[in-house]
Each structure stands twice: as structure tokens, then as C-alpha cells.
């Protein structure tokens, strides 16, 4: 166990549905990082939080959004779902050195 | 040029087989280097890290650094069955708050006993 939580670690939903994914950081750790790893593309680094605050954004789209709560866990939301979204999705977190949690697998049908 | 690149792989060694796995990587200000380890459906697990040019060993592992040629090894010494993964290397500027890591695509290892 790493740590850090993740859920639910699957989820099969339609096109164009609206999924929630939760991620609870190691104790003590204030950065989360949402990552997405697909079979072609790798890992792609979406969204950083620190302590509640939007710190950084990478390749995230549009349809996506995240949020990070006063007890620092962190919802990553993801609408208009597409085929092309389905794909593992990894939280980390840590400053030096990430940990990461064990995914969620989402499958868009 | 991609800022991280990895050969894909699959790479196939026998049990006890020195492994070597090699990344690039094209910003110089990028200053942490890592290394991670992921099997079939996991996380990324946290194998080597490090910030400086040079040799840092851990075990089995050996993680180098020459940033003056931007390119990054990690070496596996008699390897093992369990080190049956792919292996991802990661670079970037980190420290308190900022930054991100960027990953190579990995490279898949097989150790066949």
C-alpha cells in the first residue's frame, strides 16, 4: 500500500456521461498530481493542486476538471466522456519524488 | 523532439543478466532525474532518484546521470524474474509547490528464468 487512495479502481461508463474519480494523498503530503496513461501515449501529466490551490496544468482537456478539498483530497471530474478517454488515471503525490496510488481504469463504451 | 524519450522496448534478458535502460531528455534547467517501476496494472512505484551528474546505487540498481549529455541510465545487476516491468524514467524541475514530472513511455522488461 502506497499510501495514496484511489477511487473507484473501475469504471465502465457510456459516451458522453459524467465521471467523478477520488484521490486521497499520503498523510502529510499537500501536492496532488493527476496523471493519465494510455497505451500510446504513455503518462501525461494533467493537473497539479498544492494545499487547495490550482498550481500547475498540463495536457488536460477541457471536459476535464479538478478540485482539491480542505482535508486535501482530490476529485478529478471528467464529462462528455469519449472513447478516447478511456485509460488508467493515477494520482500522486509527494514534493520530492512522487508516490503514486494504484488507478482507476475507466472504460468509455 | 519529445522532451523525454525511451526506447519502448520489449527488452528480453536471462535470469542473472545485467540490464542497462536509457533515457534522454532535451531541457537542460530539467534538474531531478527518477526512475519508476510499474507492473501489468499498477501505480508507479518509486525506484531511484536523484539530482546530481553521476552514479547513485541502490541494491541491485544503479541510477547515472550526465547531464552534460542529457541522457540517463539505470542498470539492473543479476536480475531477477520479479523484475519482470516496465520501467519509466522522469525528469523535471520540482521543489515545494511547482513543477511536474515528465515521464518517457517506458520500457518493457522481460527476465526470463
Known amino acids: 500500500d502506497s499510501g495514496v487512495t484511489q477511487t473507484p479502481k473501475h469504471l465502465i461508463t457510456a459516451t458522453g456521461q459524467r465521471v467523478t474519480l477520488r484521490c486521497s494523498p499520503r498523510?502529510?503530503?499537500?501536492?496532488v498530481y493527476w496523471y493519465q496513461q494510455s497505451l500510446d501515449q504513455g503518462l501525461q501529466f494533467l493537473i497539479q493542486?498544492?494545499?487547495?490551490?490550482?498550481?500547475a496544468k498540463g495536457n488536460i482537456l477541457e471536459r476535464f476538471s479538478a478540485q482539491q478539498f480542505p482535508d486535501l483530497h482530490s476529485e478529478l471530474n471528467l464529462s462528455s466522456l469519449e472513447l478516447g478517454d478511456s485509460a488508467l488515471y493515477f494520482c500522486?503525490?509527494?514534493?520530492?519524488?512522487?508516490?503514486f496510488g494504484s488507478g482507476t481504469r475507466l472504460t468509455v463504451v | 523532439q519529445k522532451e523525454v524519450e525511451q526506447d519502448p522496448g520489449p527488452l528480453s534478458v536471462p535470469e542473472g543478466a545485467i540490464v542497462s535502460l536509457n533515457c534522454t531528455y532535451s531541457?537542460?534547467?530539467?534538474?531531478?532525474f527518477m526512475w519508476y517501476r510499474q507492473y501489468s496494472r499498477k501505480g508507479p512505484e518509486l525506484l531511484m532518484y536523484t539530482y546530481s551528474s553521476g552514479n547513485k546505487e541502490d541494491g541491485r540498481f544503479t541510477a547515472q546521470v550526465d547531464k552534460s549529455s542529457k541522457y540517463i541510465s539505470l542498470f539492473i545487476r543479476d536480475s531477477q524474474p520479479s523484475d519482470s516491468a516496465t520501467y519509466l524514467c522522469a525528469t523535471g524541475r520540482l521543489g515545494g509547490s511547482q513543477g511536474n514530472l515528465i515521464f518517457g513511455k517506458g520500457t518493457k522488461l522481460s527476465v526470463k528464468p
Open positions: 493542486y498544492y494545499n487547495g490551490e490550482e498550481r
Open positions: 531541457n537542460s534547467a530539467f534538474q531531478y
Open positions: 498523510s502529510g503530503d499537500l501536492s
Open positions: 500522486a503525490s509527494g514534493d520530492n519524488g512522487y508516490t
